[in-house]
């Protein structure tokens, strides 16, 4: 069964850093690109972050360039986002997931809340 | 970057009804995949591929469309089925989700 599991969130400042984990199981993780999906409250969905199978891709949309980081350790089946520089409008629920082209976002994780507040 | 455009944004719909929700894109796609969320809970995947059925999705349920234009369709609502649907795509590199359709049982 696969399992995505997050870890990591809470309350923190703006301008502060956070690090987001979550533990993948059930599948060959080095063999999947992953990604990290946002969800503010009482909002949708955004796509945050997708990272290649090496890690030698990476990809975010303009609203996280240059202050998030994906990255992750297949010999761990981890995968990690860095977030740096957090604003208000970062505050959402954060969800791991599998990325595959042709099915979507196939698997999810239980999400992690991410709180930026003084 | 490609925009997707749902609509309606919220329904209600009678036990029975046939419910279609769109999803509209800026630019033309290759396909598009659907997903349901209930409250308090992770999104599911639902559709994908513009038409094919996530595992264990009834088939009530079904998706059309081609390029700038896609569908999700409902045959007979159920209970079950309130929810909020959201459609996404690929275009190389980025992953777009569309703004939601909030369903409701009336």
């Known amino acids: 069964e696969v399992q995505l599991v997050e870890s990591g969130g809470g309350l923190v400042q703006p301008g502060r850093s956070l690090k987001l984990s979550c533990a993948a199981s059930g599948f060959t993780f080095s063999n999947y690109y992953m990604a990290w999906v946002r969800q503010a409250p009482k909002k949708g969905l955004e796509w945050v972050a997708t990272?290649?199978?090496?890690?030698?891709?990476?990809y975010y949309p303009d609203s996280v360039k240059g202050r998030f980081t994906i990255s992750r350790d297949n010999a761990k089946s981890s995968l990690y986002l860095q977030m740096n520089s957090l604003k208000s409008e970062d505050t959402a629920t954060y969800y791991c997931?599998?990325?595959?082209?042709?099915?979507?976002?196939?698997?999810w994780g239980q999400g992690v809340m991410v709180t930026v507040s003084s | 970057e490609i925009v997707l455009t749902q609509s309606p944004t919220t329904m209600t719909a009678s036990p029975g009804e046939k419910v279609t929700i769109t999803c509209r894109a800026s630019s033309s796609v290759s396909y598009m995949h659907w997903y349901q969320q209930k409250p308090g809970a992770s999104p599911k995947p639902w559709i994908y591929e513009t038409s094919k059925l996530a595992s264990g999705v009834p088939d009530r349920f079904s998706g059309s469309g081609s390029g700038t234009s896609y569908s999700l369709t409902i045959n007979n609502m159920e209970a079950e089925d309130a929810a909020t649907y959201y459609c996404?795509?690929?275009?190389?590199?980025?992953?777009?989700f569309g703004g939601g359709t909030k369903l409701e049982l009336k």
């Open positions: 996404q795509q690929w275009n190389y590199p980025s992953r777009t």
């Open positions: 990272i290649s199978t090496s890690g030698s891709r990476t």
């Open positions: 997931a599998r990325d595959v082209l042709t099915t979507g976002f196939d698997y």
